[in-house]
């Protein structure tokens, strides 16, 4: 059976050197004073033990200040502890930490002593941080090619939408959809057609500017979002005819002669600017089944009805 006396030297040591942060501190909300703490909580905290001994706990600068606490403390003078509870300490460089705090409230004698346990989560909420911004990603982005999806450009679009108006600019949508794709899946084999989907997307890429949003939205689909002044409206068929003469050549493909891909391209302009998103797609969306029905290989339908051919490639 230990003793009480070896015991209390044992819990001391414990205190000092456990790798959780420790503070001992009198009750009350504005008098509560820093009566212990470990070298983990130094650490933490960024202080050395002259500036926090016998130190109030909301003086200005004091390394736990927080709206919360005053709810701790009632959690502390009604149930007479909590655990796990999210907060944030201020690191005496200036850096904000957070934490889980664990406290419990002790009566010896004729003084009352707070006692928490401080955890450092920063890697945690990094890692959680991470974790959604990775499912964010995921969510917008479609796996094959790396390009946004639908859930994607309807969340930039709208954006777009919403800001270039003002700055002089006005959006335009480009809807794409291959011809004859189904032909070369049942041809050549999902896997072809894969590799042409990512080589198309690549190109897309290539041939559009910084500014340009490329989208893959369906099996064979894509979108583009091209931002032009006023205006120079009258340049995006001419802007697309020579992005379609880019992309839309023949796809080499290893042990099989180059494959020929053509397109349906179908383009709607903003024309105001509260204009939504989706009726500028479905706009689009209705030039390209214009543009799809000429039979062309490669056919383009602006707004009104204009139909341009790219150069090199029909």
């Given at each position: 059976m230990i003793g009480q006396d070896a015991l209390a030297i044992i819990l001391m040591r414990m205190f000092e050197f456990s790798p959780v942060a420790m503070s001992i501190s009198t009750t009350g909300a504005d008098s509560s004073r820093y009566v212990m703490v470990n070298r983990a909580y130094l650490d933490l905290t960024g202080r050395r033990w002259e500036e926090l001994n016998e130190r109030s706990m909301v003086d200005h600068g004091a390394a736990i200040a927080s709206p919360?606490?005053?709810?701790?403390?009632?959690?502390?003078?009604?149930?007479?502890s909590y655990k796990s509870e999210l907060a944030e300490i201020r690191h005496a460089d200036g850096r904000i930490i957070p934490v889980l705090i664990s406290a419990q409230r002790s009566h010896i004698g004729d003084a009352v002593y707070d006692i928490e346990l401080i955890a450092d989560v920063t890697e945690h909420m990094e890692s959680q941080i991470q974790r959604e911004r990775e499912l964010t990603y995921a969510a917008l982005t479609d796996p094959l090619t790396g390009?946004?999806?639908?859930?994607?450009?309807?969340?930039?679009?709208q954006e777009r939408l919403a800001r270039v108006w003002g700055e002089g600019q006005c959006v335009a949508v480009a809807f794409i959809d291959l011809n004859g794709f189904k032909q070369i899946n049942d041809r050549l084999g999902h896997e072809a057609g894969d590799t042409i989907l990512r080589r198309l997307?690549?190109?897309?890429?290539?041939?559009?500017?910084?500014?340009?949003i490329v989208a893959r939205i369906g099996g064979d689909e894509f979108m583009l979002v091209l931002t032009v002044p006023h205006g120079a409206v009258g340049s995006i068929p001419p802007m697309l005819a020579g992005i379609a003469a880019a992309v839309f050549t023949p796809v080499d493909l290893s042990g099989s002669l180059p494959v020929p891909i053509g397109a349906a391209i179908g383009i709607s302009v903003q024309q105001v600017p509260d204009v939504a998103a989706a009726v500028l797609i479905r706009e689009a969306?209705?030039?390209?089944?214009?543009?799809?029905?000429?039979?062309?290989?490669?056919?383009?339908?602006?707004?009104?009805?204009?139909?341009?051919?790219?150069?090199?490639?029909?």
């Open positions: 919360a606490r005053d709810r701790r403390l009632r959690l502390l003078e009604e149930v007479g390009l946004l999806n639908r859930a994607g450009i309807d969340a930039v679009l997307a690549a190109r897309l890429r290539l041939a559009c500017g910084q500014e340009e969306d209705r030039q390209m089944y214009r543009a799809k029905s000429t039979g062309e290989p490669i056919s383009i339908r602006f707004g009104g009805g204009e139909r341009v051919w790219a150069d090199g490639v029909a």
